[in-house]
């Protein structure tokens, strides 16, 4: 294997945090608002808002390294 993959590689995981919350947080707290029918601040669509709660926490969870 190549050093190019093995570094690419580590980097994605060292953001890890970051990934889960825009792929995986985002996406359920946009669900979970929608389902619970909590209106959206400014008219934005559930997925930005769950995009801006995902990218925050998991900005929070990478600089501390929890996620509580």
């Given at each position: 294997?190549?050093?190019?993959?093995f570094s690419t590689l580590k980097f994605l995981?060292?953001?890890?945090?970051?990934?889960?919350?825009?792929?995986?947080?985002?996406?359920?707290?946009?669900?979970?608002?929608?389902?619970?029918?909590?209106?959206?601040?400014?008219?934005?669509?559930?997925?930005?808002?769950?995009?801006?709660?995902?990218?925050?926490?998991?900005?929070?969870?990478?600089?501390?390294?929890?996620?509580?």
């Amino acid at each position: 294997m190549s050093t190019a993959f093995f570094s690419t590689l580590k980097f994605l995981f060292s953001i890890g945090p970051l990934l889960f919350g825009i792929g995986f947080m985002a996406p359920v707290m946009a669900e979970l608002m929608t389902v619970a029918g909590i209106t959206q601040p400014f008219g934005f669509a559930p997925i930005t808002v769950g995009l801006a709660i995902g990218i925050g926490w998991g900005s929070y969870a990478l600089v501390r390294g929890s996620w509580i």
